[in-house]
C-alpha cells in the first residue's frame, strides 16, 4: 500500500480496496532481458517477473498486435485502427528492419473448424523436487507465468501415475508385496505425490486458473505385472494382471480425488512402443503394448472399469509417436470394435513430426471426427543428434515450436500439452539423464533464478489469446511470407497468428470478410498474435 494511506484516514477504506485490487491482479511488467550466447531470456526472480494484462481491442475499430521476435521482442504490444491506410509498425527489439516482402491473410469468421480444449505443460516429480528447492515468491512466479490469465493461460496440465523418467528413481505402487492381485499395499498416496498435490493446489490459488484440467498417464507398473520383471526394456502386461493394471488406475484417480484434485482424463499409457520395439534411446521405465493386446485390455478390463467408477474421465488413446498414430486405432479397432469407443480422447507426442507428416494423424482425424485430438508431449533436445542441455535464449527452438503448434493447429488438434514446464540447468533431473530443455530454467546454483525460454512466448501466442472455448477459423495466406492460424474466442473476438521465420521484415494484410483491413508489419524472426472484434 502506498504512503498516502497513512495521513487521511478517511481515505483509508479506498487505499484498502485498492491495494486488494493490485493484490489480486498482476499488473502489467516487461520482461526483464538477459543475453546468453544464443539469444535472449527472461530473467525472473522471487520479487520480479514479467507479466501481461489481458490486451484486449476496446472496440471495432481497434487492433491489438502482441510480438515476440529473435532480437529480444517478448510480448511486446502495439495497436492501430482497422481500415488505416497506413502500416501500424512493429518495432523490433532495439532494431529497425527493411520491410521488403508482404502478404495478405484472409479471414472468414463464417468458415469454422475445430474449437480448443486448451494448452497445458507437465508437473512430473522433478518439476515437483525443483519447485519444492525454490523460494515461495519463485515458486508463485512459475506457477503464474504458466496458468495466469496475465502470465500464458495454461489450462491443461500432464501428471505420471506413480514414477516417469523425469524423477529421482523408477518407481511405481505396490511394489511389494509381489503377485498381490488385489493391491493390498496401495492404500494411500506415495509422499512425492501427495507434496505434487500440494503445489498443484497452490497453483490453482494463486493463479485462478479456471477449470484446470489434469490428465494422467501411468509409464510402468510394478515389475511384477510384467512378463520382463523389470521397469525398462521389452515388456507386455502378464495377462493375469490386466483386471489388477485397470482396478490401479482407478485407486489412484481416487486417491487423487481424495486430496481434493479430481483428474480430468488418462491415457492408456506413455508410449507403448518403447516396450516393444525397444527404442534405442529409452533407457526408462516403460510398459509394452501392441494395439491388438492394448485393444483386449480397454475393451474387457479399462474401458468397464473406468466408466463404472468414473463414467466422466476420459481416456485418452495412443499416447505415443506420430508414426504410430494411424494404424494404433485400425489395429485396436479390428481386434475389439468397442476398445476405440471407450476412448473419447486420442493424444500423441511431437518428437518424430519434423520427419513424420501430418497425413498420419489426418487419418486418424478423419476416421474418428468427435474425439479430442492433443499433442501430450513435446520438448527439444530429446535426440541423440540434438544438443540435449537446454540452449539459454535459443530463437530457433521457439521456431520449431511455433511451426508444430500451427501445423497441428491448421490440422484440426483441440491442444497441445508439453512436457516439464521447468527443469534445471542440465535440463533434469532425470533419473536415466535423458535430459532435455524446458521452457522455462532454474537456477539451480542460486535457487534465486528462473530464465523463461523463446519457447515459453512461443506458446505463450497461442496459449494466452486462444481459451479453452474458440474456435477455428478460416486464415489463407496468399504466399509463404508468414504462416498463419486464427480463431474466433469465446467473447466474440479475433486471435489470427502471423509467424515470420524469415530474415526480412513483412507487410501484412489482415482482409477480414466481416471487419475490413488491417494493415501492420512484422519484425524479422518473429511471431505475432493479432486481436481485434
Ligand atoms: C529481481 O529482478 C529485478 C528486475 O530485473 C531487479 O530489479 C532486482 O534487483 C532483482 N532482485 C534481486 C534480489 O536480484
Ligand atoms: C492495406 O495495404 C494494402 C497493400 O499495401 C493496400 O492495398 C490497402 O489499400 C491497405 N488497406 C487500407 C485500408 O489502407
Ligand atoms: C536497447 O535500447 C535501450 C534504450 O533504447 C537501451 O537502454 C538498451 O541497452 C538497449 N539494449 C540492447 C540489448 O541493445
Ligand atoms: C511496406 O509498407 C511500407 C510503409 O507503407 C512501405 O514503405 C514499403 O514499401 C512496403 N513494403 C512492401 C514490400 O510492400
Ligand atoms: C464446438 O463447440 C460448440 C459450442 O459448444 C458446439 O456446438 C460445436 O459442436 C463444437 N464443434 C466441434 C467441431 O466440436
Ligand atoms: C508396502 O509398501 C511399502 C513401500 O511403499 C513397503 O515398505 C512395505 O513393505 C509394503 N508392505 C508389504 C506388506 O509388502
Ligand atoms: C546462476 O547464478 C549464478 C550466480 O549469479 C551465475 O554465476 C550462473 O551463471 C547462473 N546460471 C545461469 C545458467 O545463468
Ligand atoms: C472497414 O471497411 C470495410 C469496407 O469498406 C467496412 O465494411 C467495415 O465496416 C470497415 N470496418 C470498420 C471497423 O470501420
Given amino acids: 500500500m502506498g504512503e498516502g494511506c497513512n495521513y487521511i484516514e478517511k481515505l483509508l477504506a479506498i487505499c484498502i480496496i485498492v491495494g486488494f485490487i493490485a493484490i489480486s491482479s498482476q499488473a502489467s511488467a516487461p520482461c526483464a532481458l538477459r543475453e546468453y550466447k544464443n539469444g535472449f531470456v527472461c530473467v525472473c526472480n522471487a520479487t520480479y517477473c514479467d507479466y501481461l494484462d489481458d490486451p484486449s481491442p476496446e472496440n471495432e475499430e481497434e487492433f491489438v498486435i502482441v510480438s515476440s521476435s529473435k532480437a529480444g521482442l517478448r510480448f511486446g504490444t502495439t495497436s492501430g485502427k482497422v481500415n488505416d491506410t497506413s502500416f501500424t509498425t512493429v518495432l523490433d527489439y532495439n532494431k529497425t528492419t527493411a520491410r521488403t516482402r508482404k502478404v495478405t491473410i484472409n479471414v472468414d469468421r463464417e468458415k469454422q473448424y475445430q474449437n480448443i480444449t486448451g494448452f497445458g505443460g507437465s508437473f512430473t516429480g522433478s518439476v515437483s523436487y525443483i519447485l519444492d528447492k525454490l523460494p515461495q515468491g519463485l515458486q508463485d512466479h512459475i506457477y503464474k507465468s504458466f496458468y495466469a490469465q496475465e502470465g500464458i493461460g495454461f489450462n491443461l496440465m500432464r501428471t505420471s501415475i506413480g514414477g516417469c523418467d523425469f524423477d529421482s528413481k523408477a518407481w511405481a505402487y505396490n511394489e511389494e508385496p509381489e503377485n498381490d492381485a488385489a493391491l493390498s499395499n496401495f492404500t494411500d498416496l506415495d509422499p512425492s505425490e501427495k507434496k505434487r498435490i500440494e503445489q498443484i493446489k497452490h497453483l490453482k490459488e494463486v493463479t485462478n486458473v479456471e477449470n484446470l484440467r489434469i490428465k494422467a498417464a501411468a509409464w510402468s507398473p510394478p515389475p511384477w505385472m510384467k512378463t520382463n520383471n523389470k521397469w525398462t526394456g521389452v ?61 483386449i485390455w480397454v475393451s474387457e478390463h479399462l474401458g468397464p472399469t473406468m466408466r463404472n467408477k468414473y463414467k466422466d474421465v476420459i481416456i485418452f488413446g495412443n499416447d505415443d509417436q506420430r508414426f504410430t498414430f494411424a494404424f494404433w486405432f485400425k489395429m485396436m479397432k479390428a481386434v475389439r470394435a468397442d476398445s476405440v469407443d471407450y476412448l473419447s480422447g486420442l493424444s500423441v507426442h511431437w518428437y518424430w513430426d519434423e520427419i513424420f507428416k501430418p497425413v498420419f494423424i489426418d487419418i486418424a482425424r478423419k476416421e474418428m471426427p468427435d474425439k479430442i485430438m492433443l499433442v501430450s508431449e513435446s520438448c527439444i533436445g530429446d535426440k541423440p543428434w540434438q544438443k540435449a542441455a537446454p540452449v539459454l535464449g535459443d530463437w530457433s527452438r521457439g521456431e520449431k515450436f511455433a511451426r508444430a503448434f500451427l ?59 486462444i481459451p479453452e472455448g474458440s474456435r477455428r477459423v478460416l486464415s489463407e495466406r496468399t504466399n509463404v511470407n508468414v504462416d498463419t492460424v486464427a480463431f474466433a474466442r469465446p467473447d466474440g473476438s479475433l486471435a489470427v497468428i502471423a509467424f515470420n521465420s524469415g530474415s526480412a521484415g513483412v507487410n501484412v494484410t489482415i482482409s477480414d470478410t466481416k471487419r475490413g483491413q488491417i494493415n501492420f508489419s512484422v519484425p524479422p524472426k518473429s511471431i505475432n498474435t493479432v486481436l481485434y472484434n
Wanted: hydrophobic share 40%; net charge negative.
Fill in 235 to 295: 515388456s507386455r502386461l502378464k495377462e493375469e494382471y490386466y483386471q489388477t493394471w485397470a482396478d490401479y488406475h482407478v485407486r489412484w484417480i481416487e486417491l487423487w480425488e481424495k486430496q481434493g484434485l479430481p483428474i480430468w482424463a488418462i491415457s492408456t499409457g506413455n508410449e507403448p512402443s518403447n516396450g516393444v520395439i525397444f527404442m534405442f534411446f529409452a533407457k526408462f521405465m516403460s510398459l509394452g503394448w501392441l494395439p491388438e493386446s492394448q485393444a
Fill in 407 to 465: 501445423q497441428d493447429l491448421q490440422h484440426d488438434f483441440n491442444g497441445w500439452i508439453d512436457w516439464n514446464i521447468v527443469l534445471d540447468e542440465q535440463g533434469g533431473p532425470n533419473y536415466v539423464e535423458n535430459f532435455v530443455d524446458a521452457p522455462s530454467i532454474a537456477n539451480m546454483t542460486t535457487l534465486s533464478e528462473v530464465y523463461k525460454q523463446p519457447m515459453f512466448y512461443v506458446m505463450g501466442h497461442f496459449s494466452k489469446f
